[in-house]
């Protein structure tokens, strides 16, 4: 591979200085802001864990990494570039944010089941709500054809019943139903972070997503309804059809809830299937202070246990109680050790991320500390993780969101190689790089 096609970067890169600059400056001031109000709402220990992440993020190194962010070349390359645009076969910006990537068994023109990479993620052409959910496909992870919409949001109560997508992929559903998709998936929704998993046994493919909205009691709070959102088709390629969306399992008898007055919210969430085939799901809970992991029923549709039955331990785990982490994502290492990494709560800003692993998946969770190293280590390089997944050869890649809170659907994708060494897990910065 050549420099020589960079060298025209070199002078924007005083450009890219100066927004980054301004980015700082806004960011710490929203900072600033946001650690008075923690204060004021009084110092409990989660929101001690907020500010040091605060802290240590206005700490954050101001080196210039980014020199390649105005490249637009990705997407052509037999390479990646982290941060800079990515554009689908068709020359469009890849909407598949919040996303994940994997292997996975899907029909080929001619029906024969083949082997792809697909990415399953946020289509933030509508911005921040309603989002649909995007597929993708690629062979080598570098060039991607975009497979379509998959799960639609909806306009309108009515466009359910006069749309024919709509008639078809909801045929047979109640008006009572109908409505239900129509609150849970309309365009003011949230609809973000959807994982998708093959069910090998049913042969669906089924794809959860964090389901958020307005309540009566909080009209002005978009992530008050707080719920995992589940749709289901016969293809990875759609249509995917809502089925409904639940609370998921809380805090049991005896241990101390950190946000009491609201059960089984599920924020920031992703998917796991472990080598047994057993689906799992880690979310955000308790006002985004403490994740869980709950495991999947045989279809991956629902929980195996009713949240009011589930048994702590066996059915589902609390990690890390008040800690206030997000954007889990979990992988089982070659090692057979499980890694889950996550990030701070700080909306569309990047902090630093946090690896935890162990040895069983309900069994002990390690706190590794911050997996990346060098200069933006601080923040995840500007990024929020989303996936951990295994390319063919081996190569780990750690996938994660570069959000740009004012133009959601230029936000940047940062995929960056991990190493796993004596069940330690490293991130480390490349401008370029190949798998
Ligand atoms: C952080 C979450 O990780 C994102 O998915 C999104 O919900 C933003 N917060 C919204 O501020």
């Known amino acids: 591979m050549t420099n020589m096609r960079y060298q025209k970067e070199t002078d924007p890169m005083i450009k890219i200085n100066a927004t980054k600059g301004h980015r700082h400056a806004k960011n710490a001031l929203l900072c600033l802001g946001l650690a008075a109000g923690l204060a004021l709402n009084g110092c409990s220990s989660s929101s001690l864990y907020s500010l040091r992440d605060l802290w240590e993020w206005m700490g954050r190194g101001t080196e210039t990494l980014y020199h390649m962010q105005d490249y637009e070349g990705q997407g052509q390359d037999n390479f990646f570039t982290p941060g800079a645009r990515w554009r689908d076969t068709d020359g469009n910006l890849i909407q598949a944010h919040g996303g994940q990537v994997q292997q996975m068994l899907v029909p080929d023109e001619n029906g024969d089941m083949v082997t792809r990479y697909v990415w399953v993620g946020e289509d933030k052409n509508s911005g921040h709500l309603g989002n649909c959910v995007a597929v993708y496909t690629s062979e080598d992870l570098y060039h991607w054809e975009f497979r379509g919409d998959v799960l639609r949001s909806v306009k309108s109560r009515e466009e359910l019943d006069t749309d024919p997508y709509f008639q078809t992929v909801y045929a047979g559903y109640t008006d009572e139903q109908l409505d239900h998709v129509f609150e849970c998936i309309n365009t003011e929704a949230v609809i ?32 008050d309804v707080g719920m995992s959102g589940v749709a289901i088709s016969d293809s990875p390629f759609g249509p995917f059809r809502f089925v409904d969306r639940y609370r998921l399992s809380h805090c049991p008898e005896g241990q101390i809830d950190c946000y009491p007055t609201s059960k089984g919210e599920a924020r920031d969430m992703n998917l796991f299937k472990d080598t047994d085939g057993t689906g799992y799901v880690v979310y955000t809970s308790e006002n985004n202070k403490t994740l869980y ?48 990494i996550s990030s701070s709560t700080t909306g569309w800003m990047s902090n630093q991320a946090r690896m935890w692993s162990a040895d069983t998946i309900f069994g002990n969770w390690q706190n590794d500390g911050n997996p990346c190293v060098g200069a933006d280590a601080g923040i995840t390089f500007d990024s929020q993780s989303t996936c951990l997944f295994r390319a063919e050869n081996g190569q780990w890649i750690y996938c994660g969101d570069r959000w740009n809170g004012d133009e959601l659907y230029d936000s940047r994708y940062i995929w960056l190689p991990v190493t796993f060494e004596d069940g ?11 798998w």
């Open 192 to 223: 973000e972070r959807p994982k998708m998993l093959h069910n090998e046994k049913t042969g669906k493919y089924v794809i959860w997503f964090h389901n958020d909205n307005l309540t009566e009691a909080n009209p002005s709070y978009k992530y």
């Open 293 to 340: 992991i709950s495991k999947l029923n045989e279809e991956y549709t629902y929980l195996c246990t009713d949240p009011e039955k589930a048994v702590y331990g066996v059915d589902y785990i609390r990690l890390f109680p008040g800690a206030m982490r997000e954007a889990p994502a979990l992988a089982k290492g070659d090692d057979g050790r499980y890694y889950l």
């Open 424 to 434: 330690r897990a490293t991130i480390q910065w490349k401008e370029t790089w190949e």
